[in-house]
């Protein structure tokens, strides 16, 4: 057993931190937030140039050939930053659907630019009432001639105010909450009767509701069987959620190490507060907390590109269950551990403690991977 | 033993619903209930309604135009004004320099402040807090300097909440370096317009411009703006700091709060059917109320204490740092209730005249932020690790 990275991985992880480092310095950060793109095209650039927003493609595309693990080198670098850019939305998920759901041509057509970064996908699965569970959707796709026309709302798209492709899932069978009878679509964003409504995310980020109002698809708009995304959906939500778990390590790890940097600094009573037993133990529990999130990450990165299974399921529910705990704890102790001056705009760490709580709220939170958890072990026991 | 209500206080929670019906302005009410931001205006508004009804100082004595409030009486009104969407009050100049004023003043200062406190002429903040003197306050570093008819004050204040809007300042600054550092400080009223005062905006992590940083460059104040005596500024503070703490454990905003997310609660929905419905959200809320339960008790436990004549002692603490804890976990609740909407951030949606179509649920905007903002509860009025010293101090004597 061996959990370090090979050499390739940790040259992998190295390019991107030291990317990181150089072009994403907490100042240029918000700037790059306040812009309309909300992200810097510079920097998806350098990482395209790289070759990172191939990463998880075959190599035909120029990437590595699709293990998580090197996704999660990525994804942590990127989190160690709060870098922007749409890697997840685009690269992991978009990517990922069109890789698995396309027939040739579509792969042909979109799966390069996507490798490459100049096509940004954005998927819309989230609706207002479906509250985590994908397979709530309201939005239908009625058979129109030999298209389909959709209608209905798709909540909290991130990164769709920008996408250069929109992916949704529509119902054209079945109940509301059934799994079968979703299908998913790949649309041109500025297509007839798409509004979006853009605005701003609480962590710095972009995205926009996708109101869909009679839009009208051809028949090759359709990513994979009709009536059969439920599975698509699940696979490859699970797999950016494996990216998601190795992105929030990165941010837990940068917010540690600046509460440790104050804790050691920050003088009262005439000594740095570190020295002070409360804050001690809090900042044991914080690192505990961390480390348990690590080992959950690692173990969502080695099963994500595994065929789908029972222990798949459980294994990526479990682990965002733990980083979503983990993230809100380290979270609040370490804004309590600063004192006010961990709430305040113009320092760093107050960024990272947003983008924590920020990350529960995608791709479900810890209450809705605990249902996911309990309900397996209970069809199982 | 008798947890009810007397006949007589039933008559007052009666009348202070009467009052609150007929003078609270609906449109007040309607922001404080949904969390949008209360103008300065709003806030003046209310206090002028307040003063002419004689509730506005509910910590004074009559002489200088305050109520006498029982402790029942107070609590009363803290848990009817909650329910009722009452704006918070602005405690600085009523709550907190008015009782040191009464206490510690003479009478020119009593004659000049306090008639403009009910007016709503003055609006206080406070300068306690600077950067190196948090948690430690009595290592506080502005100095003020006696030169002749004036003290010389330089030197800076932080976390100064609603700085923005007030014309006076009451401040913790230094007149002797010599002495032990609880020793050489005194209590200084200054007014806004000094030259040398520079105010500038602290931006929390919400986006929000709340407290401020206080600047004082060989700012000439008055010697007669001096509390009491020189050098005895500490324990002035410290009698401030009792008033301050109680009210913070927020056991009526905590039940207001906690109304509130069961309507959400009820509005949202989770496969189809009312979010509260939900088996673990609904043990999450029905957790939160019931330790609300107890420490409304306990609330009202001190209450009847101070009621029978007593201080309230280091309970208040204990009590601030669980009813903290509580109005954060209902904080925390409303943000996981919308799901994926905590993330937007839409800011005119939180504005006070915002008439377009909300993005999902019609309180939904403001409720990410607010649980950021209110990690601050755990931190202001003596931190939460703070008050567990005082705890451990004072009643297990550790």
């Known amino acids: 057993m061996d959990f370090r990275l090979n050499e390739e991985q940790q040259m992998l992880q190295d390019t991107v931190a030291r990317l990181v480092r150089g072009e994403y310095s907490f100042e240029k950060r918000l700037e790059y937030s306040e812009t309309d793109l909300g992200f810097s095209a510079e920097f998806w650039q350098q990482l395209s140039e790289l070759g990172l927003t191939a990463v998880p493609f075959p190599e035909e595309l120029g990437g590595f050939g699709g293990s998580g693990v090197e996704v999660q080198s990525v994804m942590t670098e990127l989190g160690r930053g709060l870098c922007l850019e749409p890697y997840l939305q685009s690269v992991i998920l978009g990517g990922g659907l069109i890789s698995q759901a396309g027939n040739d041509s579509q792969k042909a ?35 129109s001639g030999d298209g389909y026309t959709l209608n209905g709302r798709k909540a909290v798209v991130l990164g769709g105010h920008c996408a250069d492709l929109l992916i949704v899932s529509a119902r054209s069978a079945g109940d509301v909450r059934d799994p079968d009878g979703l299908s998913l679509f790949a649309i041109d964003p500025n297509a007839a009767g798409i509004e979006r409504r853009t605005y701003p995310t609480i962590d710095g980020a972009k995205g926009c509701d996708i109101i869909l109002n009679n839009v009208k698809v051809s028949a090759d708009a359709r990513l994979g069987e009709e009536g059969k995304a439920g599975e698509v959906i699940e696979y490859q939500t699970g797999r950016a959620i494996a990216a998601l778990c190795a992105e929030a390590v990165g941010v837990m790890e940068e917010a540690i190490r600046l509460t440790l940097d104050y804790l050691k600094t920050r003088k009262q009573f005439g000594v740095p507060i570190g020295k002070f037993q409360v804050l001690q133990h809090r900042m044991v529990d914080m690192s505990s907390e961390l480390e348990q999130a690590r080992s959950m990450a690692i173990l969502a990165a080695s099963v994500a590109d595994n065929e789908q299974s029972i222990e798949r399921r459980r294994t990526l529910a479990a682990a965002k269950n733990v980083i979503g705990r983990a993230g809100q704890f380290i979270s609040e102790q370490a804004i309590q551990s600063h004192g006010g001056i961990g709430m305040t705009w113009e320092y760093s760490f107050a960024h990272y403690a947003k983008r924590l709580i ?24 | 033993m008798n947890l009810n209500y007397t006949a007589e206080e039933l008559a007052f929670r009666d009348e202070v619903r009467a009052f609150l019906d007929d003078q609270l302005p609906a449109d007040i009410a309607a922001k404080v209930k949904g969390f949008k931001h209360l103008s300065k205006d709003d806030h003046q508004r209310w206090q002028r309604i307040l003063s002419k009804q004689g509730w506005y100082a509910t910590h004074w004595p009559t002489e200088y135009g305050g109520v006498e409030w029982s402790p029942v009486q107070k609590h009363i009104w803290d848990e009817e004004s909650c329910h009722y ?19 510690f003043g003479n009478e020119a200062q009593k004659q000049q402040y306090l008639p403009r406190i009910l007016s709503g002429e003055d609006w206080w903040c406070q300068g306690y807090s600077e950067p190196g003197a948090g948690s430690d306050l009595a290592s506080l570093k502005t100095r003020a300097v006696r030169d002749g008819d004036h003290y010389i004050v330089s030197g800076q204040k932080t976390w100064t909440t609603l700085g923005q809007h007030a014309n006076m300042i009451f401040c913790l600054v230094r007149t002797n370096t ?29 986006g929000e411009h709340e407290v401020n940083e206080v600047f004082f460059e060989d700012v000439k104040v008055p010697v007669e703006n001096l509390v009491g005596e020189e050098n005895k500024g500490w324990t002035y503070a410290k009698y401030l700091l009792t008033y301050e703490r109680t009210g913070l454990a927020g056991i009526g905003l905590s039940k207001a709060g906690l109304e509130h997310l069961k309507a959400l609660a009820t509005r949202r929905l989770k496969n189809g059917r009312p979010l509260i419905e939900d088996t673990t959200f609904g043990q999450r809320i029905a957790q939160i109320e019931i330790d609300l339960m107890a420490a409304s008790i306990s609330n009202l436990r001190i209450v009847a204490a101070v009621e029978g004549g007593g201080m309230p002692g280091a309970e208040s603490s204990m009590l601030k740092v669980r009813g903290t804890e509580i109005r954060q976990s209902i904080n925390d609740l409303a943000r996981r209730a919308i799901g994926v909407y905590a993330l937007p951030f839409v800011e005119e949606e939180m504005s006070l005249d915002y008439d377009g179509e909300p993005l999902s649920d019609e309180n939904a905007a403001p409720l990410a932020a607010q649980y950021f903002n209110n990690r601050k509860l755990s931190i202001f009025g003596g931190s939460n690790e703070i008050q567990k010293n005082i705890v451990t101090k004072m009643i297990l004597e550790l």
């Open chain 2, 178 to 206: 010599e002495v032990k550092a609880q020793e050489g400080i005194s209590f200084l009223l200054i007014d806004m317009d000094t030259p040398g005062i520079t105010v500038r905006p602290i931006i929390t992590l919400d």
């Open chain 1, 109 to 143: 057509q979109w799966l390069p630019g996507v490798a490459s970064g100049e096509l940004k996908v954005a998927v819309g699965l989230d609706e207002p009432q479906s509250f985590y569970n994908l397979n709530d959707v309201s939005t239908r796709a009625e058979k």
């Open chain 2, 85 to 103: 969407g009452v704006p918070r009050s602005i405690p600085f100049g009523v709550n907190m320099v008015a009782p040191v004023i009464i206490r």
């Open chain 1, 358 to 381: 920020m990350i529960n709220h995608q791709l479900g939170d810890d209450d809705h991977h605990l249902e996911q958890f309990t309900a397996l072990m209970q069809a199982t026991h």
